[in-house]
């Protein structure tokens, strides 16, 4: 069998994303065990997760919340689709980038930001996100229900 290769960085995501970095899995996996079971080497040998399988999206996406971003508790109903935590983070960054160039190139204080998130969805990315990072504050809202609940 041939060496596994190395992952490259993740260069189109923002450069503050800490998601910019081949995952560390083994990480990953000790900070949600039930990951693991989802981790297995792919055809070139590298370990990776079994995307096909929404419970390891999931598990994939909890796991980078608590090691990134000290998330210990998120989750929401199977039924719901599952964010991908890198492109959310992403999102917000270009968002406070945005900020910045409104305000003379300078971030105004997280105090001052409050953001609207309409259709938060029942995972609540966006703020869970954007208080982790930034400390802004956010109004969020969905018409579903059951999304609101898990929210």
């Known amino acids: ?9 993740k260069v189109r995501l923002h450069e503050r994303n800490r998601n910019r970095e081949p995952y560390d899995l083994k990480a990953l996996a000790a900070a949600v065990p039930a990951l693991s079971d989802y981790i297995k080497p792919n055809k070139y040998g590298a370990l990776s997760v079994d995307f096909t399988q ?9 796991a980078l919340l ?4 000290g998330i210990e508790n998120w989750d929401f109903p199977d039924e719901n ?5 890198p492109g959310r983070a ?4 270009y968002m406070a980038d945005l900020l910045a160039q409104s305000n003379f190139g300078v971030m105004p204080p997280s105090s001052k ?13 966006y703020p869970v996100l954007g208080v982790a990072e930034y400390g802004w504050n956010f109004i969020a809202c969905d ?7 898990s929210a």
């Open 1 to 9: 069998m041939s060496e596994p290769r190395k992952t490259a960085e």
């Open 54 to 62: 929404p419970a390891a999206v999931k598990l994939l996406n909890k």
């Open 66 to 69: 608590k090691h990134y971003y």
């Open 81 to 85: 689709l599952c964010p991908p935590v």
């Open 90 to 93: 992403d999102y917000l960054h």
């Open 113 to 125: 930001i409050t953001v609207l998130d309409i259709g938060t969805g029942a995972s609540c990315i």
């Open 143 to 149: 018409i579903n229900a059951k999304s609101v609940e």
